[in-house]
């Protein structure tokens, strides 16, 4: 079936340094959504890509989507404590429904 | 606060049991979404109902159903629990069909353990 793929599975980062996390796909994707899920908390919605290579911006976190639409990109600069919990892609690689990525967990140390 | 509702928040039970996860989408949304997240997985797609009918099949087992009623909530009840059946269980809403660029908005989440 279809599988996005997200890594790395863990991060544990230095309050102010930088986190970035990567989703892949084997097949071409229509868009792609990125989710936050906060330790004990449901995911939340944090924003969508359409375009090929396109860029979003959002305070501190930047989202990419590739140029060949399979992967994407989410960066945090600066993190804080308030940055900690998992962040999961979703796409839907021709299917009606989102496949969520197996997420990465971050944590961030004061 | 997303405006989907999921009772009960927890429930204990033991295995061979069979619990009913009850979900109410926010006003308007036609869509529902059921999933499971185990301790330390990512999200697992299980079934979605859109405006009372079956839309999309996950990793759902045969053990589990599910159904939404024309209050557009929805139930979804496991039966012969194992241990293993022991996770979250996420519901979430979207406005239409579930098309690819439709944001999903879950609600808190009940937490099953089985016994």
């Known amino acids: 079936g279809q599988q996005v793929m997200q890594i790395p599975q863990y991060q544990h980062v230095q309050e102010g340094e930088d986190f970035t996390t990567y989703c892949n796909s084997s097949?071409?994707?229509?868009?792609i959504q990125w989710y936050k899920q906060r330790p004990g908390g449901h995911p939340v919605f944090l924003i969508q890509l359409v375009k090929s290579g396109e860029v979003k911006k959002q305070k501190r976190l930047t989202f990419q989507f590739g140029e060949a639409k399979k992967n994407s990109s989410l960066h945090i600069t600066a993190t804080q404590t308030t940055d900690v919990g998992t962040y999961f892609c979703?796409?839907?690689?021709?299917?009606?429904?989102?496949?969520f990525g197996t997420g990465t967990r971050l944590t961030v140390i004061p | 606060d997303s405006g989907v509702t999921q009772t009960p928040k927890h429930l204990i039970t033991a295995t061979g049991q069979r619990v009913t996860l009850r979900c109410s989408p926010r006003?308007?949304?036609?869509?529902v979404y059921w999933y499971q997240q185990s301790l330390d997985q990512g999200l697992q797609f299980l079934i979605q109902?859109?405006?009372?009918?079956?839309?999309a099949k996950g990793n759902i087992l045969e053990r589990f159903s599910a159904q939404q009623f024309p209050d557009l909530h929805s139930e979804l009840n496991l039966s012969s629990l194992e241990l293993g059946d022991s996770a979250l269980y996420f519901c979430?809403?979207?406005?239409?069909?579930?098309?690819?660029?439709?944001?999903?908005?879950f609600g808190p989440g009940t937490r099953l353990l089985v016994l």
């Open positions: 109902y859109y405006n009372g009918e079956e839309r």
């Open positions: 979703a796409a839907s690689p021709g299917a009606n429904n989102l496949f």
């Open positions: 097949t071409t994707l229509s868009n």
């Open positions: 979430a809403s979207s406005v239409q069909a579930g098309g690819p660029q439709e944001t999903q908005y």
């Open positions: 006003s308007g949304d036609l869509s």
